[in-house]
């Protein structure tokens, strides 16, 4: 067991805390989901987190970055196909994780 349970669970309400406060108030969406119809980035983390701790989740977080990553490129080209390659906005050149447009922003991660 890494991190043990209770930091699992303190982990786990953070990200919860995230969902519940922020997410909603950011202007995008996680891309992969978007992309995939699978859960966010953010709910892999939490679930994951409470199975096999924080210390395994550091380790896999990157991957999944990348993943969302690569959906945010899909969605931007699915986009510059059904407009024309007219007033696209950028995807995000963010270290880790980017975003999906939601009103034609984009996003500006991390914070």
């Known amino acids: 067991m890494h991190g043990g349970p ?7 309400g953070a990200i919860v805390g995230y969902q519940k406060y922020l997410s909603p108030h950011k202007g995008y969406v996680c891309a992969f989901r978007l ?3 699978r859960c966010s ?5 939490r679930k994951y987190v409470l199975r096999h701790g924080v210390l395994k989740l550091l380790f896999v977080l990157p ?9 945010a490129m899909a969605l931007k080209e699915k986009l510059a196909v059904e407009k024309g390659g007219d007033n696209i906005p ?6 880790m994780c980017d975003c999906a447009p939601v009103g ?6 991390p914070f």
């Not at 209770?6 to 786990?12: K, L, N, S």
């Not at 991957?63 to 959906?71: D, I, L, M, P, W």
């Not at 034609?104 to 991660?109: A, H, I, P």
């Open 63 to 71: 991957a999944r970055f990348a993943k969302c990553k690569q959906a």
């Open 90 to 95: 950028p995807v995000c050149n963010a270290l």
């Open 35 to 37: 992309h995939t119809q």
């Open 104 to 109: 034609g922003e984009c996003c500006t991660w």
């Open 6 to 12: 209770m930091f699992r669970y303190v982990a786990a």
């Open 41 to 45: 980035c953010s709910e892999f983390a």
